[in-house]
């Protein structure tokens, strides 16, 4: 899509493809870890939307019921990450990041730090499509795909926590609350990091509260 036709884009990709542009990185096959890739799906409207999905309950899945981004595992395939996260939001979720989507560019690498996963690495990639894409549930790995506003997700009222229980221990995370489902773990952090690097003024939207009720 045509990034330089919307201010707000073209200020998104200026804010973060000094750092890190999207390359297209294979990884060393000598490292003993996965390696995995994310997208940041950000639709271009009267507001800025991001794609999320609720990934299906399935026993053999870690992350099994979860609101996630759209991406998973590299395969030997893939000639790089960039490739991964684009081909599995196009199996996920139907869109086509390689034909309409424009890389904006890419997060810091995250990595479980949970000790019962296994060792991993996780490349988010940020993308974005025009206005009116529209995304399915396109794989019977997802429950429902969901396009939240980019105002709503920082919105104060917005941030809660979530307790998560898991092999006999209980935790708190922090979250994003919004479709009525909590954004925790992986995905929370992948998303502090970009609100954090892209500049606030992009998303806020005046018809979304500062503080709760």
């Known amino acids: ?10 200020a998104l990709r200026d804010a973060l493809w000094p750092e890190r542009a999207p390359v ?38 870690p992350w099994s019921g979860q609101m996630a981004l759209p991406g998973g595992r590299f395969e030997e395939a893939d000639p790089g990450l ?14 086509d990041l390689a034909g309409a989507g424009a890389p904006m ?13 296994p060792p991993m690495r996780i490349a988010p990639f940020v993308f974005a499509v025009p206005p009116g894409t529209e995304a399915r549930v396109a794989s019977p ?6 396009w939240v506003s980019l105002g709503l ?10 307790r998560i229980h898991f092999s006999g221990f209980s935790k708190t ?5 919004v479709v009525g ?13 970009f609100f954090e690097h892209a500049p606030a003024e992009l998303w806020r939207d005046p018809h979304v509260p500062e503080v709760g009720p």
């Open 181 to 193: 489902e909590h954004v925790w773990g992986l995905t929370h952090r992948i998303l502090r990091g």
């Open 24 to 61: 297209d990185e294979r990884p060393d096959p000598g490292l003993d870890r996965l390696e995995a890739a994310v997208a940041l799906v950000i639709r271009a409207g009267v507001e800025l939307d991001l794609l999320l999905i609720k990934r299906a309950t399935h026993e053999r899945d």
């Open 1 to 10: 899509m045509p990034v330089d036709s919307d201010p707000r884009l073209r």
């Open 141 to 146: 790995e997802l429950d429902s795909v969901h």
């Open 153 to 162: 997700l920082t919105a104060p009222a917005t941030a809660s926590t979530t």
């Open 105 to 117: 560019g890419r997060l810091i690498d995250v990595a479980p730090s949970s000790p019962q996963l």
């Open 173 to 177: 995370f922090p979250s994003y609350h």
């Open 82 to 95: 960039l490739h991964t996260a684009m081909r599995e939001t196009l199996e996920e979720t139907g869109v």
